[in-house]
């Protein structure tokens, strides 16, 4: 399923199970109505932790950039400098969100959701170190996989950008 991008980022939301209707089975129109919900309610959490990925990064929010990542993580930088694992991926967080001056920009260009097992969103986006410093495009893509009923980012690639050739 293919989801395009929002422009502003919601707030990330908790979805209570008990809320959702059960379907009966002697209800065949119930059953029918209710075919799609897994993977929709998988959509949609996947849709909460690319939320929470930009959100977290937007304020500088250590544990909750941490929330999301995969304990496998692989990040590959535009400069070929790749981090592995969760523990090395976070020390450079660490040190990167403790820096002032720093903006970042998240265009989202596509999302593609593979029921509740995989999820990719590409970002055009523009780092700038610092006030009047130049600003630097970058192309991002983050591959999430959906483990123990969470979403968690397992790979993410940056790219010199602007993206060319999207959809």
């Known amino acids: 399923m293919k989801i395009r991008a929002r422009a502003a980022l919601p707030a990330v939301a908790v979805?209570?199970?008990?809320?959702?209707?059960?379907?009966?089975?002697?209800?065949?129109?119930?059953?029918?109505?209710?075919?799609?919900?897994?993977?929709?309610?998988?959509?949609?959490?996947?849709?909460?932790?690319?939320?929470?990925?930009?959100?977290?990064?937007?304020?500088?929010?250590?544990?909750?950039?941490?929330?999301?990542?995969?304990?496998?993580?692989?990040?590959?930088?535009?400069?070929?400098?790749?981090?592995?694992?969760k523990d090395q991926t976070m020390g450079f967080i660490e040190r990167f969100f403790a820096a002032p001056d720093w903006t970042q920009t998240f265009q989202e260009l596509t999302r593609e959701v593979r029921g509740c097992s995989t999820g990719f969103v590409l970002f055009d986006s523009v780092y700038t170190p610092s006030p009047g410093a130049d600003p630097e495009p970058l192309v991002i893509g983050v591959t999430f996989v959906f483990e123990r009923s969470r979403w968690l980012a397992l790979h993410n690639q940056d790219s010199t950008g602007p993206a060319t050739g999207t959809p």
């Open 15 to 85: 979805l209570a199970a008990a809320a959702l209707p059960a379907a009966s089975h002697a209800d065949p129109a119930a059953e029918v109505s209710t075919a799609g919900l897994p993977h929709r309610m998988c959509a949609k959490a996947f849709d909460r932790a690319v939320d929470a990925y930009v959100q977290t990064t937007h304020d500088r929010d250590v544990d909750g950039f941490a929330a999301v990542l995969h304990e496998d993580v692989t990040a590959i930088f535009a400069t070929g400098d790749v981090l592995y694992g």
